[in-house]
């Protein structure tokens, strides 16, 4: 496979006020006292995106750079972590309906999400990529009007509509699927994080000559 730059994308935690800041903190201390008096913290966290959030195949446990944030946040606050596997188009529903106190969950910050949740500072930057067979057109350009696959309720997927109106975009639940698609020739493309697409291809490499990367 062959990944294509596409843009940068500044990661967050999506919190309810009260884990957002001190200035929010006054006027939400029901929410932290809430979650203390009930002595668990719910997180929604990816499950089947790697290295963010996946199940270990040999304990069964989400593991992640996400979880361990979502570790360290409950060992700060004095509770215990329950993990919500969500995935990215359910991240906020389960934060508005209380189903999770808080997102921890590779969501990138942007203006529209911030009117209805609160972002903590950023902890990671990455760039959105493509993800081609091996031997694929290496500009962006030649996928105007492709098939592309992409992970629904993702910056990644709003970026394509705009980006190449000309393009079929197909959404998917997850990457997994969408990479299952790229496999069997349905899309001609995806597109996700460069981290995620890294971390999905080193957990499913099969052959290591089939995969390769560049740069334009």
Do not use: W
Not at 124 to 146: E, N
Not at 167 to 196: F, K
């Amino acid at each position: 496979m062959t990944v294509l730059n596409f843009k940068k994308s500044t990661l967050s935690a999506g919190l309810f006020l009260a884990l957002t800041s001190i200035t929010t903190f006054a006027a939400h201390a029901d929410q932290l006292a809430d979650i203390k008096k009930a002595g668990v913290v719910k997180v929604a966290t990816f499950d089947s995106n790697p290295p963010f959030g996946s199940v270990d195949a040999k304990t069964h446990d989400i593991v992640g750079y996400d979880v361990d944030f979502a570790k360290a946040l409950a060992k700060t606050l004095g509770v215990k972590l329950q993990l919500v596997p969500t995935n990215p188009a359910n991240r906020i529903p389960l934060l508005q309906s209380g189903k999770a106190d808080l997102i921890v969950a590779d969501i990138t910050i942007t203006p529209e999400r911030a009117k209805v949740v609160d972002f903590s500072i950023p902890y990671f930057v990455t760039g959105q990529q493509f993800l081609v067979p091996a031997g694929s057109p290496d500009k962006l350009d030649a996928y105007a009007t492709a098939r592309i696959g992409a992970v629904k309720g993702t910056t990644g997927e709003q970026e394509l509509h705009n980006r190449f109106p000309q393009s079929r975009v197909l959404s998917y639940d997850d990457i997994p699927l969408a990479l299952s698609a790229l496999r069997n020739g349905n899309v001609q493309a995806i597109t996700q994080d460069s981290t995620i697409l890294a971390g999905l291809l080193d957990a499913r490499r099969t052959k290591p000559s089939t995969k390769s990367y560049l740069n334009c």
